[in-house]
């Protein structure tokens, strides 16, 4: 490792993870009804008489909580399908997985099958499941004849049922009764309207697992984005490298949609952001987007909460309005 690399790990990351843990503590005293942060961690208050800590700890937290780890997790698959496609315009959603997890969610809402278990409504986990058989058929089209994937037919195999989840989705749309769409709707525009801990605590196993793969990545996607003759030449098994990044990031991209609905650019924006702050050694790049991803979110979701209050905004619109102008300035820098 370089000093320059080491120098940037010991400065950059603790900012950026500084700047996480500061908007996951602040954002939650900020909303239409203002409350203390000091009287919402005075466990000299009784619980019942404490509002503000109510307020904190049951009304707001979960959501800011829920932004972080949507945010961290497409920030991150982003910067490891880059590397693995070898292309800086890859997003989370490229590969089919979004849709996937969008059909999925559609059909138990169009079915009127949305029902509770154990805290947890039957939408994530139908999405969640959407989201993994997307996995499992870009996945199997894109194995070629020599070990590995074919990165070429993945994309195209990830673009392909993109569409053809889409007509999907809009032929249940076509299904549904006026309620049914409009719930549709709001859910495709990506929400973080998360009431409880409990969707969090079932996303949680697939988020932890994809991280901890993240983290024996980096090295490796270093020199995946050389070629993967390169990396070969260097000791890497290029056929299994390839299949934990791309399992660990639809892992990661199934789980966060599955809490948040197909909330779009988070995967672009940030990786391409942290590159420009800090160079593209992804020993540097990953951790710092998953924490950059989770402030950028909550900062995304504070501004749909309060820019029309009382009415709140779908937070993929703030999104969406940020990284479309963002995505197109890559396209035209990287052409």
Same mark, same amino acid.
């Given at each position: 490792?370089?000093?320059?690399?080491?120098?940037?790990?010991?400065?950059?990351?603790?900012?950026?993870?500084?700047?996480?843990?500061?908007?996951?503590?602040?954002?939650?005293?900020?909303?239409?009804?203002?409350?203390?942060?000091?009287?919402?961690?005075?466990?000299?208050?009784?619980?019942?008489?404490?509002?503000?800590?109510?307020?904190?700890?049951?009304?707001?937290?979960?959501?800011?909580?829920?932004?972080?780890?949507?945010?961290?997790?497409?920030?991150?698959?982003?910067?490891?399908?880059?590397?693995?496609?070898?292309?800086?315009?890859?997003?989370?959603?490229?590969?089919?997985?979004?849709?996937?997890?969008?059909?999925?969610?559609?059909?138990?809402?169009?079915?009127?099958?949305?029902?509770?278990?154990?805290?947890?409504?039957?939408?994530?986990?139908?999405?969640?499941?959407?989201?993994?058989?997307?996995?499992?058929?870009?996945?199997?089209?894109?194995?070629?004849?020599?070990?590995?994937?074919?990165?070429?037919?993945?994309?195209?195999?990830?673009?392909?049922?993109?569409?053809?989840?889409?007509?999907?989705?809009?032929?249940?749309?076509?299904?549904?009764?006026?309620?049914? %769409? &409009?719930?549709?709707?709001?859910? +495709?525009?990506?929400? !973080?309207?998360?009431?409880?801990? #409990?969707?969090? /605590? $079932? @996303? *949680?196993?697939?988020?932890?697992? %994809? &991280?901890?793969?993240?983290?024996? +990545?980096?090295?490796? !996607?270093?020199?995946?984005?050389? #070629?993967?003759? /390169? $990396? @070969? *030449?260097?000791?890497?098994?290029?056929?299994?490298?390839?299949?934990?990044?791309?399992?660990?990031?639809?892992?990661?991209?199934?789980?966060?949609?599955?809490? $948040?609905?197909?909330?779009?650019?988070?995967?672009?924006?940030?990786?391409?952001?942290?590159?420009?702050?800090?160079?593209?050694?992804?020993?540097?790049?990953?951790?710092?987007?998953?924490?950059?991803?989770?402030?950028?979110?909550?900062?995304?979701?504070?501004?749909?909460?309060?820019?029309?209050?009382?009415?709140?905004?779908?937070?993929?619109?703030?999104?969406?309005?940020?990284?479309?102008?963002?995505?197109?300035?890559?396209?035209?820098?990287?052409?």
């Amino acid at each position: 490792m370089t000093t320059g690399v080491r120098r940037r790990m010991w400065t950059v990351l603790p900012l950026c993870a500084a700047g996480a843990v500061a908007a996951i503590v602040i954002a939650p005293t900020v909303g239409s009804t203002s409350i203390s942060l000091t009287r919402a961690f005075d466990t000299s208050i009784p619980w019942a008489d404490n509002v503000d800590a109510q307020i904190f700890f049951v009304a707001r937290l979960p959501r800011v909580l829920a932004a972080a780890v949507v945010g961290a997790t497409l920030a991150a698959s982003g910067v490891v399908l880059q590397a693995l496609l070898r292309n800086p315009l890859a997003t989370p959603f490229t590969l089919g997985v979004s849709a996937g997890a969008a059909l999925g969610a559609m059909i138990v809402i169009a079915a009127g099958l949305d029902v509770g278990a154990l805290g947890v409504s039957t939408v994530p986990m139908a999405s969640f499941a959407g989201s993994m058989g997307a996995t499992a058929i870009v996945y199997w089209l894109a194995r070629s004849q020599r070990r590995g994937l074919s990165t070429n037919v993945l994309l195209l195999a990830g673009v392909t049922l993109n569409a053809f989840f889409s007509a999907l989705i809009m032929f249940v749309q076509y299904l549904a009764d006026f309620t049914q %769409s &409009f719930r549709t709707l709001r859910w +495709l525009m990506g929400d !973080l309207d998360v009431g409880s801990y #409990g969707p969090l /605590v $079932a @996303a *949680a196993p697939f988020v932890l697992l %994809s &991280f901890a793969v993240f983290a024996v +990545l980096p090295r490796t !996607l270093n020199l995946l984005t050389l #070629g993967s003759d /390169v $990396a @070969a *030449a260097r000791g890497v098994d290029v056929a299994r490298a390839e299949r934990l990044a791309f399992v660990s990031a639809s892992l990661a991209t199934g789980a966060a949609v599955s809490l $948040a609905g197909p909330i779009g650019f988070i995967g672009i924006v940030v990786p391409h952001l942290v590159r420009l702050l800090v160079g593209a050694d992804h020993r540097v790049v990953l951790p710092a987007s998953a924490f950059f991803g989770a402030a950028f979110l909550i900062g995304c979701d504070l501004v749909s909460r309060t820019a029309l209050a009382p009415l709140e905004l779908p937070v993929g619109i703030v999104t969406a309005m940020i990284g479309g102008p963002f995505f197109l300035w890559q396209l035209v820098r990287h052409s």
